[in-house]
């Protein structure tokens, strides 16, 4: 970002283009979410829904479809009387782990500015 000082170089253009390809990734309502969900540990699909109030299952298969086709999940499906299949963040996931606790805690100061009294 010390590039962008100037508003149309190469280098700042790059970025932009960096930047905007990681707000394609993790952009949406629930991405992140998932994320979190899955930080301590495999889970089933109906877990995950259960973690992450008022999504739809729809909405759900399709992010972690998404997901996986980032590499940000893993998919595993067990083939057992049951079909099990688990979920879980990838290595390169766990990259975003400190980004998404930078989030969380710019969200709380973001709060505070916009609602000086706590909920």
């Not at 399709?62 to 990838?90: F, G, M, P």
Request: net charge positive; aromatic share 10%; with cysteine.
């Amino acid at each position: 970002m010390g590039q962008c000082k100037e508003l149309i170089t190469p280098e700042c253009v790059k970025d932009m283009k960096y930047l905007q390809d990681t707000l394609y990734v993790i952009s949406g309502k629930w991405k992140m979410l998932i994320i979190i969900s899955l930080h301590n540990g495999s889970r089933h699909y109906r877990e995950i829904a259960r973690t992450l109030p008022n999504i739809t299952f729809r909405m759900l298969s399709k992010e972690l479809r998404e997901l996986e086709q980032n590499k940000l999940i893993t998919r595993a499906v067990y083939d057992e009387a049951s079909l099990k299949i688990e979920y879980n963040i990838t290595a390169y996931c766990q990259s975003l782990i400190p980004l998404i606790s930078e989030m969380i805690k710019w969200g709380k100061a973001h709060r505070k500015v916009i609602w000086p009294r706590p909920f």
